[in-house]
Structures are given as structure tokens and as C-alpha cells.
């Protein structure tokens, strides 16, 4: 993945996950500072009060995360567990109905890229300002990814910046392909979902995140170089839709009606406990109920 530079000095980079520096910006630096982005220390509320109603909330959701781990859709919290836009994109790929990469599809990549990480920056100054613990450092409890916890454990939990990555990724994307709008969605929430599964969030973390990635996605329309850069891949996304690298489409489907299908077209006995499936020609979305 390339490296983000943004001129900025002595800015705490995005959960831990972007190193900043004073160094000369490459082609995928931000379309704003975080000056320039919405402050969310003015338009989002602080964290909850350990002796909140909110905070049971939160407590009871990390344990229904804990309930989870272990089922199919603990699994996909797994995958989510990831800031590279590379391997982001390949998990969207599937509800956008098309291969997107950074080779196949460059337009769209550099939007996302950008994009993206640009949204996500907007969680930079209330993680710095509340420096919320964590859930698994606050129970002393392991997480669903181990080899990331001595990362974040210092790291401020409040608001979550993957979630904000993976809400941010479903807006860009959702804007790019509207027949899509729903899938996209519904796995750009499910992103943030991943992250109380995996115990590295709290709900509230989660919910505040999404608030904060809409704010920043809406300021974005604002600057000359992302309308530019959403009309390429607005454009790319015309003249590959119906290519050699377009997925299995809810019309694909409708060839195969009366049977249950992968996107990709691989028959099932069953639908999927958790995720997307075409059945009796229609694209569906399964959330578990666990």
C-alpha cells in the first residue's frame, strides 16, 4: 500500500494506522487538512458516563460481540480487520458487482484511497482529545485479533476509525454505482458491526464513527480535485460494468431463478448464515440473528 503523507506536523495519525509527515505529497494526499474537515468535538457528544444507560448499552454489546466470535459472522469480523484499501476494495468488490483493484480499476482505486482515509481523519481529534480505553483493555479480556492489540491498546477507543474507513468506503462506492446503494451499505455497516465482534470497540465508538463519516464524505463535494476525481471514476465505472471483470449482477441472477446462488454464481444447499446471495433471481443480504 502506498504511504499517505499530508502536510501536517505532529498530528496523531488515524488509530495508529497512517504514519503523517512534513515530507512532499505523493498523488493520493487528502483533499483536506483536518482543519478543514468538520471538528466532531463540536457536533458529536462525548462518550458515555461508565454509570450511563448508554455505557450498559455498550457493555452488553461487547458481549453479544464475545456471542459471535465464534459463528460465521465472527469470521467476516476477521477480514474486516484491515486499513489496506487494497484488500478493502476486494471485500467490496463483491456487492459493487465488479473486480476492484488498484490495476483493474485505478480511477476508483485513487478515489477510495483518498477518499476514504480523508473521512477517516475526521476521527483524529476526539481520539486524541477523550482517549477513550478500549473494551479489551478495559476488561482485561483478548480480542478476535490478537496480533492487534498491543497496537491499539493505547490508542483511543472513542470514535472508531475503521469504522469510519468502512462507512466512508460504502458512501464513495455507493455514490460510484446507485443499483448497488444497498449492499454497499448494508456491508459498510456491518464494517463498523465487525469491530464490537472483534472487541477492539465499544457500540457507541462504532455509531459516533458513522456520524462523524457522513460529516466528512458531505464536506468532501465541496473540493474541485474529488469531483474531478469521482466523475473518472464515475466514467471507468460506465465503460467496465459490463466487461470481463463484472460479478455476477441481481440481472445474472434472474438466469438462475428457482435456485440459491453465490454472487459469483456457485450453487448453495442453504443461504448463508451471514452475507450476500442470490435466491430465486434476486440479490439478497442475510444478517445473523445471533
Not at 456491508?187 to 465482534?197: A, D, F, N, P
Not at 464513527?209 to 476525481?229: E, G, V, Y
Request: with cysteine; hydrophobic share 35%.
Amino acid at each position: 500500500m502506498k504511504t499517505l503523507r499530508i502536510l501536517l506536523l505532529c498530528v496523531v495519525s488515524c488509530s495508529s494506522m497512517v504514519v503523517s509527515s512534513q515530507e512532499s505529497t505523493n498523488e493520493y494526499t487528502l483533499y483536506y487538512s483536518l482543519t478543514e474537515l468538520p471538528n466532531a468535538l463540536v457536533y458529536v457528544p462525548a462518550p458515555p458516563s461508565p454509570s450511563s444507560a448508554l455505557f450498559a448499552y455498550d457493555t452488553a454489546q461487547y458481549q453479544w460481540g464475545k456471542r459471535m466470535r465464534s459463528t460465521e459472522r465472527g469470521a467476516q469480523a476477521r477480514t474486516h480487520a484491515t486499513e489496506d484499501i487494497g484488500v478493502m476494495l476486494k471485500q467490496f468488490s463483491e456487492p459493487f458487482g465488479l473486480v476492484l483493484s488498484e490495476d483493474k480499476t485505478p480511477a476508483i482505486y485513487r478515489l477510495a484511497y483518498r477518499g476514504a482515509w480523508n473521512i477517516c481523519f475526521g476521527t483524529v481529534f476526539p481520539k486524541s482529545y477523550y482517549m477513550r480505553e478500549r473494551p479489551y483493555v478495559y476488561f482485561g479480556e483478548p480480542t478476535l485479533v490478537p496480533e492487534d492489540e498491543e497496537r491499539y491498546k493505547t490508542d483511543g477507543s472513542y470514535p472508531s476509525a475503521h469504522t469510519a474507513l468502512g462507512w466512508g468506503m460504502a458512501l464513495l462506492l455507493s455514490e460510484l454505482n446507485q443499483e448497488a446503494q444497498d449492499e454497499l451499505l448494508a456491508l459498510g455497516y456491518e464494517w463498523g458491526q465487525s469491530r464490537v465482534i472483534a472487541g477492539f470497540h465499544w457500540q457507541s465508538d462504532v455509531d459516533a464513527a458513522r456520524t462523524i463519516a457522513s460529516a466528512c464524505f458531505a464536506r468532501l463535494h465541496d473540493h474541485p480535485d474529488f469531483i474531478a476525481d469521482m466523475n473518472e471514476a464515475k466514467e471507468e465505472y460506465a465503460r467496465l460494468k459490463n466487461g470481463g471483470d463484472a460479478l455476477p449482477t441481481v440481472q445474472a441472477g434472474k438466469q438462475q431463478a428457482g435456485g440459491i446462488y453465490t454472487l459469483q454464481g456457485q450453487p448453495l444447499d442453504t443461504p448463508p448464515k451471514h452475507g450476500f446471495y442470490i435466491e430465486d433471481g434476486q440479490k439478497k443480504f442475510k444478517k445473523s440473528k445471533d
